[in-house]
């Protein structure tokens, strides 16, 4: 199994983004106006956020302009 890389580009909206407990995934974020909401097993580091877990690890980046972003597991 390898590891998953995912960009995310986006001008205005509200992304979710659901990763089952127990899956590793780091998430990075950048954008202007735009809220981010964790709840679940994500921790923040910085523009960071990290899920510990087992095997492959997803990597996530996400480009915002302006909205919201909602990590949940």
């Not at 877990?53 to 909205?67: C, F, H, L, N, Y």
């Amino acid at each position: 199994m390898r590891d998953l890389t995912v960009d995310i580009e986006s001008a205005i909206s509200s992304i979710t983004v659901i990763v089952p407990e127990g899956v590793s995934a780091r998430v990075s974020f950048s954008g202007g106006f735009t809220n981010v909401d964790i709840k679940g097993g994500w921790e923040k580091d910085g523009s960071v956020y990290v899920q510990s877990g087992s095997g492959p690890e997803i990597r996530i980046t996400i480009t915002m302009g302006a909205g919201s972003l909602k990590l949940r597991n």
